[in-house]
T-cell receptor, first 111, second 111 residues
Framework: GQNIDQPTEMTATEGAIVQINCTYQ??????LFWYQQHAGEAPTFLSY????GLEEKGRFSSFLSRSKGYSYLLLKELQMKDSASYLC????????????FGAGTRLFVKA | EAQVTQNPRYLITVTGKKLTVTCSQN?????MSWYRQDPGLGLRQIYY???????DKGDVPEGYKVSRKEKRNFPLILESPSPNQTSLYFC??????????FGSGTRLTVV
């Protein structure tokens, strides 16, 4: 079956580093995505990994290991505005590139 | 401004009264999709479309219809809404290799 697992909630301190993990089992693979969603708003795209390794974009980095079915999102120099849900999503390579989402990780950043 | 526009933002309707939620994108994206988001369940894909006149079912298509007659538009139709379709709905579009751009969401209540 298809499944994406990520922790439900995490708490971290302003200025610190936090790593949000995601494991997946899907039929076919054509990329892994991370999105940020603030309460009451639409998700916004953060990162895309299709090959193994680390992709860095400012304070945010995303890592992928296809053989392990594993990804993480790394947030550095945490700010209060980073308090949000972080959604891991996988796009398949069959059936029209269907994309499934994990339930999301709610991150609370405290002062 | 590049965006996905969906309307209405909020809708309260009665069981059985047909409704349409419109979605339009101005980025010439091939790929469009509808998701519903429910607490604890995350984003679940309803239908997606790979291009004009090409659509396919997602994970929760029952009770919904879609059409893709033009590249920019992808309306979601509920022929006979029921209370279990009360949810937050998102339309999204992307290129084949890119992340989604989401609309602002439609909060639907069926009484």
């Amino acid at each position: 079956g298809q499944n994406i697992d990520q922790p439900t909630e995490m708490t971290a301190t302003e200025g610190a580093i936090v790593q949000i993990n995601c494991t997946y089992q899907t039929s076919g693979f054509n990329g892994l995505f991370w999105y940020q969603q603030h309460a009451g708003e639409a998700p916004t795209f953060l990162s895309y990994n299709v090959l193994d390794g680390l992709e860095e974009k400012g304070r945010f980095s995303s890592f992928l290991s296809r053989s392990k079915g594993y990804s993480y999102l790394l947030l550095k120099e945490l700010q209060m505005k980073d308090s949000a849900s972080y959604l891991c999503a996988v796009r398949g390579n069959t059936g029209g590139f269907k994309t499934i989402f994990g339930a999301g990780t709610r991150l609370f950043v405290k002062a | 401004e590049a965006q996905v526009t969906q309307n209405p933002r909020y809708l309260i309707t009665v069981t059985g009264k047909k409704l349409t939620v419109t979605c339009s994108q101005n980025m010439n994206h091939e790929y469009m999709s509808w998701y519903r988001q429910d607490p604890g369940l995350g984003l679940r894909q309803i239908y997606y479309s790979m291009n004009v006149e090409v659509t396919d079912k997602g994970d929760v298509p029952e009770g919904y219809k879609v059409s893709r007659k033009e590249k920019r538009n992808f309306p979601l139709i509920l022929e006979s809404p029921s209370p279990n379709q009360t949810s937050l709905y998102f339309c999204a579009s992307s290129t084949r290799d890119g992340g989604y751009t989401f609309g602002s969401g439609t909060r639907l209540t069926v009484v």
